[in-house]
Nanobody, 128 residues
Framework: QVQLVESGGGLVQAGGSLRLSCVAS????????MGWFRQAPGKEREFVTA????????YYADSVKGRFTISRDNAKNTVYLQMSSLKPEDTAVYYCAAGPSRDYTTIFSRDPSAYAYWGQGTQVTVSA
């Protein structure tokens, strides 16, 4: 079982930056692909970015490519989401998710159902 706790959300002006963190419990963090999703009011949860076990492979939604960067520190059981050039349309609750342990296919999926564990979410609000 993996428990995930996100932090770092808040209110920022358009064009600003935020860094989200997600700390995982347990000793299997390095065997899980990790992802970030977001959900705006009235909309479905959508894929933002994902990273594989080692951090060597990353994927991004087109809407955030070039502005957001995912990274991980397996020694700290932490995955990060650096967000820059934020836009009002980035406003959402951001969720950290972990794929099943040792499942190498998770990184290739943008479907939330591919992920086994979820954090509680952190609110990001970007004002115009």
């Amino acid at each position: 079982q993996v428990q995930l706790v996100e932090s770092g959300g808040g209110l920022v002006q358009a064009g600003g930056s935020l860094r989200l963190s997600c700390v995982a419990s347990g000793r299997t963090f390095s065997s899980h692909a990790m992802g970030w999703f977001r959900q705006a009011p009235g909309k479905e949860r959508e894929f933002v970015t994902a990273i594989n076990w080692t951090g060597g492979i990353t994927y991004y939604a087109d809407s955030v490519k070039g502005r957001f960067t995912i990274s991980r520190d397996n020694a700290k059981n932490t995955v990060y989401l650096q967000m820059s050039s934020l836009k009002p349309e980035d406003t959402a609750v951001y969720y950290c998710a972990a794929g099943p342990s040792r499942d190498y296919t998770t990184i290739f999926s943008r479907d939330p159902s591919a992920y086994a564990y979820w954090g509680q979410g952190t609110q990001v609000t970007v004002s115009a």
